[in-house]
């Protein structure tokens, strides 16, 4: 789960370790909770576009992973 708290129009994208995208959201709402728990363990890369952040991490999931 990633827990994002923000008031402006993000877009939440998730890729695995080759670069295919397994995951795409786009938001605007203050809160958002967001469920990985069908994605299988492994290195991921999320990004987190918005108008003001433009950021990227490497996330590591596993079936008990919770992302705030």
Same mark, same amino acid.
């Given at each position: $789960?990633?827990? *994002?708290?923000?008031?402006? @129009?993000? $877009? &939440?994208? =998730?890729? $695995?370790? =080759?670069?295919? *995208?397994? +995951?795409? @959201?786009?938001? %605007? @709402?203050? %809160?958002? !909770? &967001?469920? *990985? %728990?069908?994605? $299988?363990?492994? &290195? +991921?890369?999320?990004? =987190? &576009? %918005? ?5 990227? @991490?490497? =996330?590591? !999931?596993?079936?008990?992973?919770? *992302?705030?």
């Amino acid at each position: $789960t990633i827990d *994002l708290n923000s008031n402006e @129009k993000t $877009t &939440i994208n =998730i890729y $695995t370790v =080759i670069g295919k *995208l397994v +995951y795409s @959201k786009e938001t %605007s @709402k203050f %809160s958002n !909770i &967001i469920d *990985l %728990s069908s994605l $299988t363990g492994g &290195i +991921y890369s999320l990004r =987190i &576009i %918005s108008e003001k952040n433009n950021d990227a @991490k490497q =996330i590591v !999931i596993t079936n008990s992973t919770t *992302l705030h």
